[in-house]
């Protein structure tokens, strides 16, 4: 099955900084790539994603980069804020059954 | 558009006891819909695959008899957690299929006494 990791599992910030959270993935059927933020005891939300396709997409200060050769992709954001501070789960899955595996997650805290 | 909702958001019961969740897609129809563990601090775990119409298909070493899934609807699945034990409090989310994305529902906080 998808083995996803991801790292680092912790990242502080200064406010107006950049974040980047890197995530690979195991499974070369994979193509569907999306980036969730989890604020604590909420669900996941949906804040962008990206598909095989594609190598970048970008929505305002939240972009994400895609190296299918490499199996990698990351998420930045750029000038934070301090609510973007929550945990990030990256997920891949593919077409066949759309079953997400997730990272383990990257606690951001963005200092003001 | 996208909207999951999950019923109840929090309950506690006595161990032995059985208890069910719903996940409904309000505005839309989802064929397939998920569900998901997670522990304090933990990532999601994927527990079963919901069909509408069929059987769900569990992930390995998830029990089908103690995590009974029905999707009886294209609106409505239905987790229950049977004979629960302490070891089976957690978060559990579901979540829908619709236009190659996954959206999650609430979540249910379970405490087993």
């Known amino acids: 099955g998808e083995n996803v990791e991801q790292h680092p599992s912790t990242l502080s910030v200064q406010e107006g900084d950049s974040a980047v959270i890197k995530c690979t993935y195991s499974?070369?059927?994979?193509?569907?790539f999306p980036w969730y933020k989890q604020e604590l005891g909420k669900r996941p939300q949906l804040i962008i994603d990206?598909?095989?396709?594609?190598g970048e997409k970008k929505d305002q200060r939240i972009a994400v980069t895609l190296n299918k050769t490499a199996k990698h992709f990351s998420l930045h954001i750029t000038e934070t804020q301090p609510e973007d501070s929550a945990v990030y789960f990256c997920a891949a899955s593919s077409s066949n059954d759309y079953k997400l595996s997730f990272g383990a997650g990257t606690t951001v805290t963005v200092r003001a | 558009g996208a909207v999951v909702s999950q019923h109840p958001s929090r309950v506690i019961c006595k161990s032995g006891t059985s208890v069910k969740i719903e996940c409904r897609s309000l505005d839309f129809q989802a064929t397939t819909m998920f569900w998901y563990r997670q522990f304090p601090k933990q990532s999601l775990m994927l527990m079963a695959t919901s069909n509408e119409g069929s059987k769900a298909t569990y992930e390995q070493g998830v029990e089908k008899d103690k995590f009974l899934i029905n999707h009886a609807s294209l609106t409505l699945s239905t987790l229950t957690v049977t004979s629960a034990h302490p070891e089976d409090s957690s978060f559990y989310i579901c979540?829908?299929?619709?236009?190659?994305?996954?959206?999650f529902g609430p979540g249910t906080r379970l405490t087993v006494l």
């Open positions: 990206i598909r095989s396709n594609v």
């Open positions: 979540s829908a299929s619709a236009w190659g994305a996954q959206f």
């Open positions: 499974d070369s059927a994979s193509n569907y």
